[in-house]
RNA sequence: GUCCCCGUAGCUCAGUGGACAGAGCGGCCGCCUUCUAAGCGGCGGGUCGCAGGUUCGAAUCCUGCCGGGGACGCCA
């Protein structure tokens, strides 16, 4: 049982798992079973009572049914049969009403940990899927029009679409993080016109935008744009070439926001370019060319209801215009034609109509529609000491992502971004938020790395230094518990990858700074009296500090060294 | 009217088939001559929206209802 083999099984459940496969195998092999007509899916979870094992294992349960045998015999068959394994399984019992538990050997947990230290970037980090899962995922986020700066509201995906990637890659794949750039819509004339009415001082437009940074875009517009070009009288014109203008300045804040929230981007790309390099054209061919397309009142329609779409839907308007769903499926081929597995959207929840309409195309373009997934993020109603706010760019009434940023700090933003599911709506009272932004569980879980960190170094100081392994102290209580904490993050990752989602990272690392802040109380780890334990203390010290810090750059979260 | 999401402790939220339902914050009471008190210990707090059903077992799955939010455009 080696699990830093490359065939061995990455995480400790992974291999009780398969000595509980083998144990099944084994005990039928050997008559105490009966065979089973079709084989059984082995799981293994992890009992809520610690005092129940380190893990344990419904299938007698399972069993019972199809074996015609009560579960508890089934369980104390399985749990002798476990037993005879050994390797990671040190001991199993029957319990209750026919679970079986499983404590695993110290061997293992310390090779595992061992293997942590010696890989720290590794740490937590699955190898490339096996098989026909998706390799190279796109994920498209924010993609906010660009009539004014970020907001608040848009955090939502900025965080959400920036921890599901960095989830992704620690599940071992390739992530392009992709932002949709709509420069060409009337929204940029509209802006422009804006502009230009504040600047020669006239009322903006009723459906125009209003908020300071109009103002501020207003007096930094060139002479040359805001004057009537000679011989033009068209103020329409005007206002498209001041809105490109404008809206070139506000992506560059756009882009700027992002930055200090650590999200980057590899790949924007414009509405425009996908009409000018004919990937809307050759979308439409698809569709055209697989009979899907229909002409009705002028228009040109998707008979997306021919999917289960409850609408058919218009792909070029009667005035020859393209609607915004030709762009997107327009995308959809430049995406997949760029050597994308698997697209991601995030977008918020007010977007639900359009998820089926654009699943169907792709499938009616000849694409698995399983490679076309979108989350729908839940609504952020914020309020100010219990006063809503409304949140409207065009009434220029809204909270800026950078006043979020200012008010809470990276760090905290990320950590309540992360620890809720996407898809619910949450309720954030900014004063609150900001008052208790000290309060936040993520200085709890950094401080518990700077801890060790200080402890690493009066260690140094002290002349003693981790050894090269921590077995040696894994049979004392408050190591033992510490340890086996620390060995389950891959399990973590496993399943937050597995979910594309977060709150078990946060939940977890909550959990293994708790453990840890028990453990300082407990555990004296430097002590000249005895070297040898403090060695390997030390040695479980850091690896529970490297676990620690893993967790937090896993949510793009930083881990201090002091605080 | 149809469709989607949500409803768990005073507040904000985890837990989505397992063994007594959890965390943070807030409230009350203790602990710094000892590796960082941004810490630790203790107390109090829940008909898991309601009603049926499936299951050996349901906060978790199914149906209906109630409550909150959202979407139903040749807008984006």
Request: net charge negative.
């Amino acid at each position: 049982m080696n699990p830093s083999s490359a065939t061995a099984p990455a995480t400790l459940r992974g291999a009780v798992r398969e000595a509980l496969q083998l144990a099944l195998e084994d005990a039928i092999r050997q008559g105490a079973l009966p065979a089973l007509d079709e084989p059984r899916l082995v799981e293994v979870q992890r009992p809520g009572n610690p005092e129940h094992g380190d893990y344990a294992t419904n299938l007698a349960l399972q069993l019972a049914r199809p074996l015609r045998k009560p579960p508890p015999a089934i369980a104390a068959t399985l749990a002798e049969a476990l037993a005879r394994q050994g390797g990671v399984v040190a001991a199993a019992e029957a319990a209750g009403p026919g679970f079986v538990n499983v404590r695993v050997a110290n061997d293992a947990l310390a090779e595992i940990l061992d293997h942590a230290r010696r890989e720290p970037d590794r740490w937590g980090r699955l190898g490339a899927p096996e098989g026909p899962a998706p390799r190279h995922v796109n994920v498209e986020f924010v993609s906010a029009n660009p009539t004014g700066p970020l907001t608040v509201g848009n955090a939502r995906g900025a965080f959400v679409g920036d921890l599901l990637a960095r989830v992704l890659e620690a599940g071992g794949q390739q992530v392009t993080r992709e932002y949709y750039f709509n420069d060409s819509s009337a929204q940029v004339r509209n802006l422009g016109a804006s502009v230009l009415a504040q600047r020669e001082g006239r009322p903006v437009p009723e459906d125009g935008y209003h908020g300071d940074y109009v103002v501020a875009l207003a007096s930094q517009l060139p002479d040359e744009l805001a004057a009537p070009r000679p011989g033009e009288s068209d103020d329409d014109a005007r206002a498209w070439a001041i809105g490109h203008w404008a809206s070139a300045r506000i992506r560059e804040g756009i882009e700027a926001s992002l930055a200090r929230l650590g999200v980057r981007f590899d790949v924007w790309t414009t509405e425009g370019s996908l009409a000018a390099e004919g990937w809307v054209e050759r979308a439409i061919g698809r569709l055209r060319e697989g009979g899907h397309l229909f002409e009705q009142e002028g228009a040109t329609w998707f008979r997306s209801t021919a999917f289960g779409d409850d609408k058919d839907r218009v792909v070029i308007r009667s005035n020859g215009e393209l609607t915004y769903f030709a762009f997107d499926i327009g995308y959809v081929v430049q995406k997949f034609s760029r050597g994308c597995d698997h697209l991601i959207y995030i977008w918020g929840a007010d977007h639900h109509g359009t998820v089926a309409r654009v699943r169907n195309a792709a499938e009616a373009m000849g694409y698995d529609k399983a490679r076309v997934e979108m989350i729908l993020t839940g609504w952020v109603h914020f309020v100010r000491d219990g006063v809503p706010i409304s949140m409207s760019k065009r009434a220029g009434t809204f909270i800026t992502l950078d006043e979020l940023l200012e008010e809470l700090g990276v760090d905290a933003a990320r950590w309540y971004f992360a620890s809720r599911g996407a898809n619910v709506n949450m309720d954030v009272d900014i004063e609150l938020a900001r008052r208790q932004s000290s309060e936040n569980p993520v200085y709890y879980v950094q401080y518990a790395h700077a801890r060790i960190a200080s402890i690493l170094r009066k260690a140094g100081d002290a002349g003693l230094s981790p050894a090269a392994t921590v077995t040696g102290v894994l049979d004392e209580p408050p190591d033992a518990t510490l340890a086996r904490i620390v060995a389950r993050f891959p399990e973590v990752v496993e399943d937050a990858t597995a979910a594309q989602e977060t709150q078990g990272v946060t939940t977890y690392a909550t959990e293994l700074a708790t453990a840890f802040h028990a453990y300082y109380r407990d555990a004296r780890v430097i002590d000249a009296e005895a070297p040898g334990r403090s060695a390997h203390r030390l040695a479980l010290v850091d690896a529970t500090r490297i676990t620690l810090a893993s967790a937090l750059g896993l949510l793009g979260i930083s881990a201090p060294e002091a605080m």
